[in-house]
Every structure is written in C-alpha cells, then in structure tokens.
C-alpha cells in the first residue's frame, strides 16, 4: 500500500510538530512548509494526496494560497485552519476552493476524520469495512466478529479494543495507549481494565498458541495474525 | 416615539402651556374689552337720560310759573308734580318724584308696560337732597339690572334750596341683550381663535421637536449596538441641530472605542487559543500513544512548555494594560535628563550588543514623570529597534524642548515598516509582516503598553517610518521648568 503525502502550510513550531508526529503515528507522510510561497514552490515539484493550510501564514493569508493552488486546476483536497469562527470566514474559505474547515483549537481526531473523508472522496484511500488478519475477519459496519466463518459475540469496548489492534498488525500498544484510544482521554481509572478486556477478547476469540493478541511484557499488547 | 406608561410627552406638555397661556390672555382681553363697552353703554345712557330730564324740568317750572323759592314751595303737590313724573317717563324710563322726607309724591309710571320703579334707596335719596347732581346707582328689580339716577328738585341746579328729588329708573336689558350678542359673538371667536391657536401652536410644537423622535430612535437602535444609524439633522443651526452634530460626535467616538473593544477581544481570543491548541493537539497525540516513544515526548513536552511561557506572557501583558489603564500607579518626581540619559545608555549598550547606541545630547530640562515608567518605555522602544535592525547599524536617542514637554526620540536604521503596520502599530496583537518572521514571538502587546506609559505620564507617542528605511518613535513627557 503506498503511503500517503500530506503538506502541512502551519507557522507554529508546537501546532507543526504535533501535527508532524500525530500524522506521522496514524501512517501519514508528513512534510512541512511554514509560509504560502514555500507551499506554493514545493507543490510544483512533489504530489500531495492532501494539503492541511493554516490560514494566518507570514507571507500571505491561507485564502490567497488556496486560490492559487486552484488557479492552477489542481484538485488536491485542501483541509484549512483557522482561529476564526464566524461563518463569513467559513464561506470565505470555502469559496477560495478549500474542500473543508476546522477551527482551532480543534480535536485531532475530528482532524483525522476529516482526513479520512477528505482522501476517501478523493478517491485516495478504499477505506474497506471488511479488515481480513488470517481466519480473522471484522465488519466495521456492520459491527461484526468472525474466525473462520463462527460469529463471536463483543462487547462495544471488546470490539473496538479488537479494531485497534487489529489494524495495526505487529505493532505494540502500551496499556495506557490502548486505554486512552478505547476507553476515551478522560477515563480516570486504572490500566488492568485493559487486561481484563484483553482477556475476555482472547477467550471468546479461542485465543490458543500461536496466539493472535500476544502479551508484550513489561510493555502492553500486538496482534500478530495467524496463518489461513 | 413610545413614552413609558403614565408618562407626558413633551409635545403635549408644550401643548398645554401654550393653550393655557392662549386662553387665560383671550379671556383678559375679553374681559377688558366687555367691561370697557359696558362702561361705555352705561356713560352713553347717563347722560341721555339725564339731558333729556334737564329741558323737561325747565318746562313744567316755567308751566308752574314758578320763580323763586317761596313760589316753588308751594307748587310741591302730588297733584303738580304728576305731570312731571309723567313727561319724564318712557317705555325704558320710569320717574318718580320724592319730598324731602323721602316719601314718594308722585309715580310716572301709568302703563304696565312701563319698568316699575325701585323703592327709593333712602341712602343715595338723602345724597340727592344734600345738592349731588349726579348721583346713579345700580339697583336690581325681579333680578334685572336697573339702574338709578337722582336729580335734586331745586329752582336753579345751583340753588341752594331744594324741595325733593326726582327719581329716575332705567332698565339695563337693552345693554344686556346687546353685550349678551356681543358677548356670544366674542364667544365663539374666542373659540376659533383657541382651536386655531392650538392647532398652529401643536404643529409648530410637533415640527420643532420632529427631530427629537428621530434622535430618540437612532439611540434606542445604537443602543442594539447599531452603529450604521446616525442622525441626518446636521443642517439645523439651532439648539436640536447643534445637540444632533454633538450626538454625531459622541456616537463617532463609540463606534471607534466599541471597535477598538472587539477588535481586541478577537485578537485576544486569537492569541490565546493559538497555543491552546498546540496544548491540546499536543496531549492527544501523546494520549494516543505517541507518549511510549520517550524521545516524542519529550519533543511535545518541550514545545508544550513553550506554549504554556507564551499563555502566561500573554496574560501579564494583559494584566499590565489594565492595571496601568485603570490605576493611578504613576509615581511622578522630577527628572533632571542629563543624568537619566547616562544612566540609561550605559543599560541600552548592554541590551543592543550588535549594534551602536548613541545619545544626541539635547538642552538641560527638568521632567515630570515616573523613573521606572520613562525607563521601561526606553527599554521596550530600544528591544523593537534592536529586534528590527541589522548588526552594526547605529540607534540613536536624542530629545529636544516643546515648550510645556520634552520630546524625546529614539531612531533606528533598521528595517522599518509599510504604510498599513503604520496604522495598526499600537493596537493591542497587532503584529507587522516583519514581526512574523522574527525568531522571538511576542505577545504583541509591547508597543500598546508602551503607548499606555507614555499616556499614563499624560504624553503622547507617535512613530516615523518607511519600509527599508528605518524607524523613528516620538513621544512627550511633561516638563517640571525650563532651565536654560
């Protein structure tokens, strides 16, 4: 699967490297320009799936580089920034030819699902519902569980424990990780909850070695999918 | 124009005033004008009366043969004196003929379509027949107004004798009956007069105060906070169009502060939530999971305790425009410039390492103003023209006499800016183009509290400047004396 280029237009150094590594963790190739014409120079030259565009940049505001990014019939989906709210900035900015809006502060994940849609219209990623890891297959729509054609039964929490996981085939979640992206940022309580979660979801999942959710010690979990 | 319940508006106060004062001086005059023909009618009829008795007397003494008193005497008799009463009576005018005593002697009145006449007032009889020529009285008979005249009965009006009076009684229903016209007449013109009187007075009232309704609209509507309304009376030269300009000037002045008031809320609003959100993008991707990578953390946590050094910035600039806008902090003592300036170049050598400082000596003046206050404003204009200057480029201070203030400058030869950073300069977050690229990011708040010390020390501050070309900042302090 070939990655996907991202172009950030941003002058703030902290707004610059969260986004630089929060992208970089969700599987993103981020590269970063701090001001309109830099934006402008380095589009010329490289393909970006999608630009995400501060509006408040040094050399020229985000409206002015957006219109000129469109001035030269290029559809990359454009995603702006931007502290104002009032809708006149909105249609301002979405009349200069960006493709969607957020307002700062925002969440990272709403950041993320715009992405997602962004590129997904863009017809830049197939986002399937079905993940297949081995015998394992999940149906994110239709919230559904099978190992080798036997539907197992999950709990929301379990299931999106699962997704998480799964997703991210070889790669090591901590606890805490595991709890903040399931569990939400604001659940207070400790992190065996993620070990009794992880055990029910190895029990109802006929867990046995070679065994797919593996305990990372000291560390967290990985799921490793197993063989068809 | 909607008045609170209960309440009068002006126009009809004016109103009533106006109509009040209207009726109360028709009424006098018309008071006056009656009084004056009832005095007129009464005069006319007196002497009518009393010129037509006068040759008839004189006939019937002549009739009598009577030519002295003795003779007269004699002739005093019901049986003589008829004759007179009867010639001195008329339809309107009825005689009677008294003696001395006062007792009625003889009536002129024979039909009854003449007046009956009063019983003699013996007050105003006993006045007659001490010699008065002209005593007249008003009388009432059956409720109507008579009026009486007594002429003493003598041989020569001067005669010292005299040997009755005669009573003459005349009814005023005539006079009445005219002024009673005269008087309806008088009536209804006084009503037209009101009606039109009021009317005129209440559309004059209206027009004058038209203007009013429509100032009271255009405040009730800047009241909503809509500026865009300005009253359109400004051609007025009296006191409603001078109060509309005033109202124009007042409401110039709002728009300009409630702006000024918005323009730095959003821009402190702004400058508040860009690091807000470095802060909260920041802790979500470590919350996700970046926070198992030591060295990613510590990148993030790094950049997030910048943002936090920016915030608290930001707020105690904040706080320091407010507390210098609101307080009287402003410890004023006298300041000999000389000296200040020493002290202050050798502080300003040290803070403008890459380039020259240079002070331009100006006269020996005495100052008015806070030590600390003057130093900080020379700190914060020298740190903007080192920030904005390049190495070995030289930055000179210097000051000269106003007269009431000193002048005290501070030009650089850096960088300088365009026409519209001019403009913006000291409001609050404004940063120029080239303020963007600079490596140290304020809050954007130095240049405002600076304008603000200068304004607390009851100065003014003004700048200088064209792009590449340098940047030159004036500003006043008030002087103690001049010495020369």
């Not at chain 2, 979500?284 to 050094?309: I, S």
């Not at chain 2, 490596?439 to 792009?467: P, Y």
Request: proline share 4%; aromatic share 6%; with cysteine.
């Amino acid at each position: 699967m070939k990655q996907i280029q991202i172009l950030l237009v941003e002058d703030d150094p902290v707004i610059t490297e969260f986004l630089r590594t929060g992208l970089g963790y969700e599987g993103y190739a981020v590269s970063v320009v701090d001001t309109g014409n830099d934006a402008l120079n380095i589009i010329r030259d490289t393909t970006f799936h999608l630009i995400i565009l501060d509006i408040m940049l040094p050399d020229m505001d985000g409206f002015t580089v957006c219109r000129r990014i469109r001035n030269r019939e290029l559809k990359i989906p454009i995603l702006m920034l931007t502290v104002r709210k009032e809708v006149a900035d909105r249609i301002k900015g979405l009349d200069s030819g960006a493709d969607d809006y957020l307002t700062k502060p925002f969440s990272f994940n709403e950041l993320l699902a715009r992405i997602r849609a962004l590129l997904r219209r863009a017809g830049n990623i197939r986002e399937s519902a079905r993940i297949i890891q081995g015998t394992l297959v999940l149906d994110t729509n239709r919230r559904e569980v099978r190992r080798n054609g036997r539907q197992i039964e999950l709990t929301p929490t379990e299931f999106n424990l699962l997704k998480l996981l799964i997703r991210h085939p070889g790669r090591v979640f901590t606890r805490e990780t595991l709890l903040n992206r399931v569990l939400g940022y604001d659940y207070d309580g400790g992190t065996n909850v993620v070990d009794v979660h992880i055990n029910h979801l190895r029990q109802k999942l006929r867990d046995r070695p070679p065994i797919l959710i593996r305990t990372v010690y000291g560390v967290g979990y990985a799921f490793h999918p197993d063989e068809t | 124009m909607h008045l609170p319940a209960g309440k009068i508006s002006l126009t009809a106060k004016l109103v009533f005033l106006y109509a009040i004062l209207l009726i109360s001086s028709v009424l006098l005059v018309s008071y006056y004008s009656y009084w004056n023909i009832w005095q007129l009618f009464i005069t006319n009829k007196t002497s009518h009366i009393r010129a037509r008795a006068k040759p008839v007397i004189e006939h019937w003494l002549q009739d009598q043969k009577i030519t002295d008193p003795t003779s007269m005497a004699k002739k005093i008799s019901r049986r003589n004196l008829l004759p007179l009463a009867r010639d001195l009576t008329s339809k309107d005018t009825v005689a009677i003929i008294l003696n001395k005593q006062g007792d009625i002697i003889a009536s002129g009145k024979r039909l009854s379509e003449e007046p009956t006449p009063p019983p003699p007032d013996l007050k105003y009889v006993g006045k007659a027949l001490a010699g008065d020529n002209e005593v007249t009285y008003w009388s009432k008979v059956n409720d109507k107004a008579i009026l009486v005249f007594l002429i003493p009965l003598r041989l020569q009006p001067d005669s010292s004798t005299i040997f009755g009076a005669i009573q003459m009684s005349t009814s005023l229903a005539d006079i009445d009956q005219i002024l009673l016209r005269n008087g309806s007449m008088q009536i209804s013109a006084v009503a037209i007069v009101l009606c039109g009187g009021v009317l005129l007075g209440y559309l004059l009232i209206r027009y004058s105060l038209r203007d009013l309704h429509s100032l009271t609209d255009t405040c009730r509507e800047i009241a909503k906070g809509d500026f865009s309304r300005k009253p359109k009376i400004t051609r007025r030269g009296d006191e409603i169009g001078h109060l509309a300009r005033s109202f124009n000037l007042m409401i110039n002045q709002l728009e300009k502060m409630f702006d000024s008031q918005k323009r730095f809320s959003a821009n402190a609003a702004h400058e508040l939530l860009t690091p807000l959100t470095g802060l909260r993008g920041s802790i979500e991707v470590l919350l996700r999971g970046a926070q198992d990578n030591p060295e990613v953390l510590n990148r993030l946590n790094k950049g997030m305790y910048k943002e936090v050094n920016r915030l608290i910035r930001i707020c105690d600039q904040l706080l320091a425009v407010s507390k210098l806008e609101n307080s009287s902090h402003v410890e004023k003592q006298k300041i000999k410039i000389h000296s200040f300036m020493k002290d202050f170049i050798q502080q300003a050598q040290l803070l403008a390492r890459n380039q020259t400082v240079q002070l331009l000596q100006g006269p020996s003046l005495t100052l008015i103003a806070d030590p600390d206050l003057l130093e900080q404003i020379l700190l914060n204009l020298l740190s903007n023209a080192v920030r904005y200057s390049p190495a070995n480029s030289t930055i000179s201070i210097g000051w000269k006499s106003l007269g009431q203030t000193a002048e005290i400058w501070l030009a650089d030869q850096g960088y300088g800016m365009d026409e519209k950073t001019l403009t913006h300069l000291f409001e609050p977050f404004y940063r120029g183009s080239s303020a963007c690229k600079s490596e140290t990011k304020g809050a954007g708040l130095g240049l405002t509290l600076t304008r603000t010390m200068v304004e607390a020390q009851e100065g003014n501050i003004h700048v200088n400047s064209s792009s590449g070309r340098g940047t030159t900042v004036f500003f006043t302090i008030p002087l103690a004396s001049r010495i020369s």
